[in-house]
């Protein structure tokens, strides 16, 4: 599956979500995996930077 | 009105000793039909053999009758670069909250937090350098978090994760 589903965490940090091929759609997987009241983004895979030298310092805008 | 079953033109309805309407099907009014089927235990049933568990632990190719426990979950992925999941097996996605820290969501959740989860990680460095490690933690019904690094545990992103979750 070439999105991915991105959250800000309450200390800032994001998490991305990369989905399994489990038979489950995006949007379900989301609403199963993303954390109860967190607002989320499904994005393409292309728009994660694959450099992650500063992951921990990455933010969403 | 008796119906018969001939061996020449299949079920007849014969009335009066005479055969009325050999098409059954529209022969009876299904309103006129009663009763209720016997029912049907296993000891009707035949050419069945009965189950052992020497014929679960040979579908495994196991010798011995210690009893086999199969994964619930497992999945191997790249934690570098893109990271992406290889394969799979009861894992709906996997949660890249950092530098060596993911969270494996399950599909199916387990019965409960007691499960054993194992994993491992290989490293794509060939000379020198310390060992990898992959720790787990925060065991939840519907996830655990598994986290990858190396000497005092400094996270690092491995090039292949693997976990797999027995219960």
């Known amino acids: 599956m070439d999105k991915r589903i991105v959250y800000t965490n309450d200390d800032g940090s994001i998490s991305i979500i990369i989905p399994a091929n489990c038979g489950l759609t995006i949007e379900e997987i989301a609403a199963k995996d993303v954390p109860a009241g967190k607002e989320y983004h499904i994005v393409n895979a292309s728009d994660i930077p694959s450099d992650r030298t500063f992951r921990n310092a990455w933010t969403w805008e | ?167």
Do not use: C
């Open chain 2, 1 to 167: 009105m008796a119906t018969t079953i001939n061996g020449d033109t299949g079920i007849d309805k014969v009335q009066d000793g005479s055969v009325v309407n050999a098409d059954l099907a529209t022969g009876i009014d299904a309103a006129k039909l009663t009763g209720t089927l016997p029912a049907i235990d296993g000891s009707a049933l035949t050419g069945i053999s009965s189950y052992a568990d020497s014929d679960a632990l040979s579908l495994f190719n196991v010798s011995g009758s210690a009893p086999v426990y199969a994964s619930r979950a497992w999945v191997n992925f790249n934690g570098t670069g893109t990271v992406a999941i290889r394969a799979s097996g009861n894992v709906s996605s996997i949660t890249d909250n950092g530098t060596g820290n993911y969270t494996i969501n399950f599909t199916t959740a387990m019965p409960d937090a007691n499960y054993a989860a194992v994993a491992t990680t290989h490293t794509s460095y060939t000379t020198g350098g310390e060992a990898r490690i992959a720790a787990t933690q925060d065991y939840q019904t519907g996830s655990v978090v598994v986290e990858t690094g190396y000497g005092t545990f400094a996270n690092q992103d491995e090039p292949i994760v693997n976990v797999v979750v027995f219960r």
